[in-house]
């Protein structure tokens, strides 16, 4: 009997006060029909949170819970978080320090 490869999808788990987003995309297009080339492209400061860690131990032990969920979509500083390709997708870790906002829709 052969045995077929089957593809797991990995799955990131945050530590302590961390989160994974997905960034999300921008339109490449402006509103005057001008194609935006990517090398022109500023990064994209909103993403859509897919998993959030369990909160930082504060002085006296006691887990501090994150105000972030999955599914949130934020806004996040500029120039933080470290970006990891996993299977095809693109995300960023960062701190929850590192969140200016809550978008809500």
Same mark, same amino acid.
């Given at each position: 009997?052969? +045995?077929?490869?089957?593809?797991? !999808?990995? $799955?990131? @788990?945050?530590?302590?006060? /961390?989160?994974? %987003? /997905?960034?999300? !995309?921008?339109? @490449?297009?402006?509103?005057? &029909?001008?194609? %935006?080339?990517?090398?022109?492209?500023? $990064?994209?400061?909103?993403?859509?949170?897919?998993?959030? &860690?369990?909160? /930082?131990?504060?002085?006296?032990? +006691?887990?501090?819970?994150?105000?972030?969920?999955? &599914?949130? /979509? %934020?806004?996040?500083? !500029?120039?933080? &978080?470290?970006?990891?390709?996993?299977?095809?997708?693109?995300?960023?870790?960062?701190?929850? !320090?590192?969140?200016?906002?809550?978008? %809500?829709?």
């Amino acid at each position: 009997m052969a +045995k077929t490869a089957t593809k797991t !999808k990995s $799955k990131l @788990e945050p530590l302590a006060d /961390r989160i994974v %987003i /997905r960034p999300l !995309k921008h339109e @490449e297009v402006t509103a005057s &029909g001008l194609v %935006i080339p990517d090398t022109a492209k500023e $990064k994209p400061q909103q993403g859509e949170v897919v998993a959030v &860690g369990p909160g /930082r131990l504060d002085d006296n032990g +006691k887990r501090v819970p994150m105000d972030i969920q999955v &599914g949130d /979509r %934020i806004l996040y500083a !500029k120039y933080t &978080g470290t970006e990891v390709k996993l299977d095809g997708e693109e995300y960023i870790v960062l701190n929850e !320090k590192d969140v200016l906002a809550k978008i %809500i829709v």
